[in-house]
T-cell receptor
């Protein structure tokens, strides 16, 4: 079956530091890959996505590249802000499953200190 | 603005009582889903519905029930048979004809505490 493995947290960084959150996956076929962000007390919001190999998703300074050869989709940001403090989820869905049966990682909690 | 509304935000119940969580959407989405989130864990699918009057069990359906009488509404009942009901519950939807390339849209969740 499909699975998503995320870098264990929590992650604590100082403002303006470089961020990497690792995500690797196992899936049949060619899945679409997503990063969602969850702010305290809220639901998940789509941060970025990539639907085929070598695609780069980007939004709000965050980037992730779909690497088929390493089955990875690592999230990066060059300079984090306090407002980026949240829980980040990597997820996938594939052509063989309904989109709602996306597979999620366990989430990585990011805290950015001023 | 269109979106998914979950109510209430916080819910407290005594053990042995059934409780119903509300989920309403005005996005005109066909498919709706219920997920459970526990601390330090990913999301687990409880039930999903792709059209009105039809729904399927997800990975952890035991102790839960749903209905889909209207396109806009997908309430979740947590029954007394659910052994560990305390959790954060998220409702989501996806647009018509959504393929595996489409992301999910989420509500803001209901935090249920059973004592």
């Amino acid at each position: 079956g499909n699975s998503v493995t995320q870098m264990e947290g929590p992650v604590t960084l100082s403002e303006e530091a470089f961020l990497t959150i690792n995500c690797t996956y196992t899936a049949t076929g060619y899945p679409s890959l997503f990063w969602y962000v969850q702010y305290p007390g809220e639901g998940l919001q789509l941060l970025l996505k990539a639907t085929k190999a070598d695609d780069k998703g980007s939004n709000k300074g965050f980037e992730a590249t779909y690497r088929k050869e390493t089955t990875s989709f690592h999230l990066e940001k060059g300079s984090v802000q306090v407002s980026d403090s949240a829980v980040y989820f990597c997820a996938l869905s594939d052509a063989y499953t309904n989109a709602g049966k996306s597979t999620f990682g366990d989430g990585t909690t990011l805290t950015v200190k001023p | 603005d269109g979106g998914i509304t979950q109510s209430p935000k916080y819910l407290f119940r005594k053990e042995g009582q059934n409780v119903t969580l509300s989920c309403e959407q005005n996005l005109n989405h066909d498919a709706m889903y219920w997920y459970r989130q526990d601390p330090g864990q990913g999301l687990r699918l409880i039930y999903y519905s792709q059209i009105v009057n039809d729904f399927q069990k997800g990975d952890i359906a035991e102790g839960y029930s749903v209905s889909r009488e209207k396109k806009e509404s997908f309430p979740l009942t947590v029954t007394s048979a659910q052994k560990n009901p305390t959790a954060f519950y998220l409702c989501a939807s996806s647009p018509p004809g959504a393929s595996y390339t489409s992301p999910l849209h989420f509500g803001n969740g209901t935090r249920l505490t059973v004592t």
